[in-house]
């Protein structure tokens, strides 16, 4: 049962997540998954460059192997300016930002949250490279292994026209809604990434994975 979600506070699930009418992995998937723990997440920016935009939304869902754990999300206030075409794109405006925390007062909790985990996103790169130069505004390293969700659909699913999120979602019948709000992308994100393991198995996902052998459990 999902238990209620507020902004900025970590929120613990119970049971299979399935995501928007996504079908539930078979038993032994399960099995093959148990020792995979996995961060999906998104963030939302100032700019189209993560090398130069700073974050003003991110949103984990923390798996264990296809059940979710735990979720967590945050506007952040990113202390610049942020462009109108970005305030068009998310919806997010300044005064949403006004109280929100600054990157340095969760980054602690972003740290934990994706700690022993593989980080999931859709185009995992640009959201690494975001959470990475915020981490070292703050004086600290932020280095996991990854799985890119664009990517593996292009290796499991080559003849497709188009790869984004609400492309993909369309197309595997994943309802979706509100793109570029880090909860919904994420929600989005975690439900494709079941989708795909359900469908093409676990050893085509662990071939995806970046730095595999820093997901393992000591």
Request: proline content about 5%; hydrophobic content about 45%; aromatic content about 6%.
């Amino acid at each position: 049962m999902l238990v209620k979600r507020f902004g900025g506070k970590i929120v613990g699930m119970h049971g299979m997540y399935a995501g928007h009418g996504t079908p539930i992995p078979p038993a032994a998937y399960e099995g093959a998954m148990e020792g995979l723990r996995f961060a999906v997440l998104d963030v939302e920016t100032t700019s189209g460059d993560p090398t130069e935009g700073r974050v003003m939304e991110v949103a984990v869902l923390a798996l264990d192997g296809v059940q979710e754990r735990l979720r967590w999300d945050s506007l952040i206030q990113p202390r610049t300016h942020v462009p109108g075409f970005i305030q068009r794109l998310t919806g997010i405006d300044p005064a949403m930002l006004k109280d929100a925390p600054s990157f340095s007062e969760v980054v602690r909790t972003l740290g934990t949250l994706t700690q022993d985990r593989v980080v999931v996103a859709h185009n995992v790169r640009f959201d690494m490279t975001a959470l990475t130069h915020e981490f070292a505004r703050t004086g600290l390293v932020f280095e996991r292994p990854t799985l890119c969700t664009e990517r593996l659909a292009r290796q499991l699913v080559p003849h497709l026209p188009h790869y984004n999120l609400g492309s993909l979602c369309r197309y595997f019948g994943i309802g979706f809604q509100a793109a570029h709000r880090a909860l919904n992308d994420a929600e989005a994100t975690a439900a494709l990434l079941t989708r795909l393991i359900a469908e093409f198995g676990v050893d085509r996902l662990l071939a995806s994975v970046n730095g595999m052998h820093q997901a393992r459990r000591a």
